[in-house]
């Protein structure tokens, strides 16, 4: 028996659409599966391929072969339609202030069915927050009511208009005194550009009022619009410093001062910033600090800020008074000190209600412990009760008496001891400078005065001052050296025996001029068989013709002597001596 397989059509919707932008294929049409083919007319026997792309308009042609391997003859007839929506419409060029953060919605068209890219091929769309980029090309599709999307974009290039801000001063100093009675406000801030707007913080979105008043050291912030009616981003930042400078204050209102010291306007006393004096409450012209003062004037004071030149709102009254004295009365227009007592000012005449000065137009007056100076001129002012001195003065001479250094004459200093020479001799040698009478010390100063008869002592110093006619001394003195070696016409004198029996005559042996002439001797006596019998020095006694000079009686005869010098390289000499008894 035979059997025919006889398998119906597959079953599906006879008009299907599909989205452009999709890129539908054969694949694309209901039904699908292995099982079905497609042809492109009803007596086609190739079969479409699966990736074949769908054509608008065109009616495709469908079977199915079932489990048995047959095809079915009738075949499902479907019209494919492909949806292809324009793109959207809209300007190619959109401009967008930056100061209002644009972003992809702000583009225009913009909508639930616009997706906006940033390429044209790109696949993945903007999301509607990210920020626009200057110049940026955006490609915008619509999807229509069947939900499919255009293939074709908007191009649209976003322009982002970035106006700069206002220029000005970043610091502006405003004087109260500008504005009264009223202070600075934001309309006397200064800056260049249109349509201004000022806010108190960088990023306020809140304009202040021009008749908001300024705070010192706030910060304030401009903004400019332009043709565009675009507001800056950016801020200019402005810092305001708002002076108020207090009135001068005057402790004294009447104010005193001394004709002698030519008082002048600077010499006004004020406290403040820098003091501006003024003749009058309402007076423009300041007066010059130089300008003397007059007696009984009013004078008004102006405190000003030294480096923004901002006033007081008000001037403070001062009466100057000018206080005369009548000058010293001087006895002695020349005044003579000793040099010596280094005089000072404090020792002019007269002193007591005195002040003393190095030139008659000076204004500082002497230390008392100045040092008076040989010659000058001195200047004395009267003083009174309150300080004032006297505007004129009156000149004292100073002469410093001094009547030199006594003068030695040459090797003055030089003596032999042999002679026993005394301060007189000494003095004998040395001559007053200026006539004065002549004074000797063991010391200078605070020394003894010496007396004349005094005897000279080899090696010591003696000083010299002179006194003249006002009882001055010298402020140098000589200083001398006494030598009493000077005695080269001497020498010793060695006698050829002595006698020492007791009766005050030549009992001692002594060598004249030894002890004088060489202080370091030494002389030793020998009895014929070279036996010391005695020697002596500067310290001990002459012989007295005993052995040792306290033992046994040295018996008469012939005896030696040996005189070392040790002096000058002197060499010892001996000789003999004969002791008598």
Known sequence: TANIEKPLPPTGAATQTFCEIDNPTIENLSPSGNNINWYDSNSAT??????AALVDGKVYYATITNTAGCESVLRLEVTATIEKPLPPTGPATQTFCEIENPTIESLSPSGNDINWYDTIDATTPLTKTAALVDGKVYYATITNAAGCESVSKLEVTANIDKPLPPTGAATQTFCVNDYLPNSPTIGDLSVTGTNVLWYNSETSTTALNSSDLLVNGQSYWASQTNAANCESALRLEVKATV????????????QTFCEAFNPKISDLQATGNVIVWYDSQTSTTPLSSTELLVDGENYWALNTDAIAGCESTSRVEVIASITTVPPPTIDESIQTFCQVNNPTVADLT????IEWFNSETSTTPLNNTDLLVNGAVYWAAKTNSTGCISAVKIAVTVVLSNPG???IE?????????NNPTLAELDAKVSANNDGAISWYNSYPNG???????????????YAIETD??????????????????????DIVVYDGFSPNGDGINDTFKIENLRELYPDFKVEFVNRWGNLMYSY???????NGRLKGDNDIAASGVYYYIIHFNKDNRKPIQGSLYLSR
């Open 350 to 353: 007269p002193s007591t209600g």
């Open 410 to 418: 040459s090797s003055g200093e030089e003596f032999c001891i042999i």
């Open 537 to 543: 020095d500067i310290n001990k006694p002459d012989w």
């Open 448 to 462: 003894i005065e010496l007396s004349l008869s005094e005897l000279l002592i080899d090696g010591k110093t003696y």
């Open 405 to 407: 250094t006594p003068i």
């Open 46 to 51: 190739t079969p479409l391929t699966k990736t």
């Open 469 to 490: 006619i006002n009882g001055c001394s010298s402020v140098s003195h000589l200083e001398v050296t006494v030598d009493l070696n000077a005695c080269d016409e001497y």
């Open 243 to 254: 002076i108020s400078v207090p009135n001068a204050i005057v402790s004294e209102p009447n």
